[in-house]
Each structure stands twice: as structure tokens, then as C-alpha cells.
């Protein structure tokens, strides 16, 4: 299994600031996905990030609100920009194994409240 | 509608059995998986089971999957107060990795 590590693992910001998470990866991987977990809800894929090309984005997730950095095969960034109290969420880092199950395994999440 | 449904609560008493249900949305899943979130951590994958199997055990863990009725469920053997936990049940649409769709998670509480 992935071992992955997120920075920070919480924080509290202030509305119309921004924050980069950080995601580390122990090994290579060619994608890696970040997902929002909001309170008392399922966990919703913001955008698929690729080593040397732009993410990729789900409905409803754009570039200019989640910038995501891919710069090699076991680091990446997402940043939340000009933060309302609406992305007060856990924000989580995951990889996709190649095992038979493609066993996807996630980060511990960074927990964000926007005041 | 799209959504994978779970009930949100289950209570059971230490030593007897949990069973947690969820019903899937897409007859062409491929796989489908358990996860534990406990309080302040992030999702630990339990176990998953492809969609040609009907069970998989692993140890405390069984997991009974009905293709007919979109219906997966988790069953914990002797659950332990360290079993409480959020527990989510995700699908595999087709053949896209690392897109996983979730349910809002099943709160269970174990009492001693």
C-alpha cells in the first residue's frame, strides 16, 4: 500500500485568503487525485493531476479556484483561493494502486475552516 | 438519482455482529470498496470485491455483494468498541481510475 503524507493537517484561514496543501507520495505514481470531504458528507473528486500536463477537473471544480501543481511523480499541490466559509472542508490526497484491485488509498486529509 | 446510499447510523453492542448496507447505483461497477474513517483521521481502506464475486471474507470481515440489486453490505464479526468508526461504502464506474464514488458514510457506535 501508498504511504501518503498531507501538510498542513489543519488549519484555520481567514475568508478571501488562500491555502496550498501539500500531498507526498512514497513512491511514483502517475496520478494522483484530490478529493473534498465537506462536513457530514461523502467525499467528492475535485480534479485528477498529472505529472507534465494540467488537471483535470470534475464538474463543478475550476483552475482559477484549485490551482493544482504536479511537479514530479510523488508530489502535488492543490491550493484553495480566495477562500469563502463554503470550502470550510477535509481536503484529501490519493493514489491509485496497479494491484488487482486497484486499491485506491488516501491521505489523512488537511481540515480547513474558513472564518 | 446518482447518489450511493447508506444509512447514516448503526448501533450494536461490543461482541455481536455489525452489518452496514449500501446500495450502489451502477450495474456496470467494477469494483466496489469499504473504508474506516475514525475521528480526526483519514480513510483506511478495509476491503474491496470485484463484481464477479458474490463474498469476500478477510478475516473479521465479510462482504456480501447482489449485482441484481445494487445491494453490498459489510459484516464485522465480535465488533469491538476500536470498530467505531465511519465506515463508507464507494463504487468504480467503469474502467475510470481514481474516480471512486461515495456514500456519506455509516456512523458506528459499538457499547461495551
Known amino acids: 500500500s501508498a504511504v501518503i503524507s498531507q501538510k498542513p493537517s489543519r488549519d484555520i484561514c481567514q475568508r478571501g485568503t488562500s491555502l496550498t496543501i501539500q500531498c507526498q507520495v512514497d513512491s511514483q505514481v502517475t496520478m494522483m487525485f484530490w478529493y473534498r470531504q465537506q462536513p457530514g458528507q461523502s467525499l467528492t473528486l475535485i480534479a485528477t493531476?498529472?505529472?507534465?500536463?494540467?488537471?483535470?477537473?470534475e464538474s463543478g471544480f475550476v483552475i482559477d479556484k484549485f490551482p493544482i501543481s504536479r511537479p514530479n511523480l510523488t508530489f502535488s499541490t492543490l491550493t484553495v483561493s480566495n477562500m469563502s466559509p463554503e470550502d470550510s472542508s477535509i481536503y484529501l490526497c490519493s493514489v491509485v494502486s496497479t494491484g488487482e484491485g486497484y486499491e485506491q488509498y488516501f491521505g489523512p486529509g488537511t481540515r480547513l475552516t474558513v472564518t | 438519482g446518482e447518489d450511493v446510499e447508506q444509512s447514516l447510523f448503526l448501533s450494536v453492542r461490543e461482541g455481536d455482529s455489525s452489518v452496514i448496507n449500501c446500495t450502489y447505483t451502477d450495474s456496470s461497477s467494477t469494483y466496489l470498496y469499504w473504508y474506516k474513517q475514525e475521528p480526526g483521521a483519514g480513510l483506511q481502506l478495509l476491503t474491496y470485491?470485484?463484481?464477479?464475486?458474490d463474498m469476500k471474507q478477510d478475516q473479521r470481515l465479510t462482504v456480501l455483494l447482489n449485482k441484481k440489486d445494487k445491494h453490498l453490505s459489510l459484516r464485522i464479526a465480535d465488533t469491538q468498541t476500536g470498530d467505531s468508526a465511519i465506515y463508507f461504502c464507494a463504487e468504480r464506474r467503469g474502467s475510470t481510475l481514481g474516480r471512486l464514488y461515495f456514500g456519506r458514510g455509516t456512523q458506528l457506535t459499538v457499547w461495551p
Open positions: 493531476a498529472n505529472q507534465g500536463s494540467e488537471a483535470t477537473y
Open positions: 470485491i470485484f463484481s464477479n464475486m
